[in-house]
Nanobody
Framework: QLQAYGGGLVQAGGSLRLSCAASGRTVYGMGWFRQAPGKERDVVAAITWSGTSTYYADSVKGRFTISRDNAKNTMYLQMNSLKPEDTAVYYC?????????????????WGQGTLVTVSS
């Protein structure tokens, strides 16, 4: 089971840190996805089990940082320089495989989503 939290309302240029806590079983490859109103769910960032390899969507490169603490079974998404177009529900996802993928079908478990709203 995954639980995402940390969303909220922030002004453009501000920062937020999302967390995703895993419980019940070990989660290996993980990722963050987001879905804006009227749009499809898209990958934001992903990370391997070891944390040594990461992926970022072009739209967030240089602004967002994905990381994880396996001792705490938690994944993070540090979001800086937020823009109004980052407004969306953010979902964390976990896989039983150790790698990562931009494809949502790779992931077995999903968190409930946390809303991030960036005001202009």
């Amino acid at each position: 089971q995954l639980q995402a939290y940390g969303g909220g309302l922030v002004q453009a240029g501000g920062s937020l840190r999302l967390s995703c806590a895993a419980s019940g079983r070990t989660v290996y490859g993980m990722g963050w996805f987001r879905q804006a109103p009227g749009k499809e769910r898209d990958v934001v960032a992903a990370i391997t089990w070891s944390g040594t390899s990461t992926y970022y969507a072009d739209s967030v490169k240089g602004r967002f940082t994905i990381s994880r603490d396996n001792a705490k079974n938690t994944m993070y998404l540090q979001m800086n320089s937020l823009k109004p177009e980052d407004t969306a529900v953010y979902y964390c996802a976990g896989s039983t495989s150790s790698g990562y993928s931009r494809d949502s079908s790779y992931y077995n478990d999903w968190g409930q989503g946390t809303l991030v709203t960036v005001s202009s």
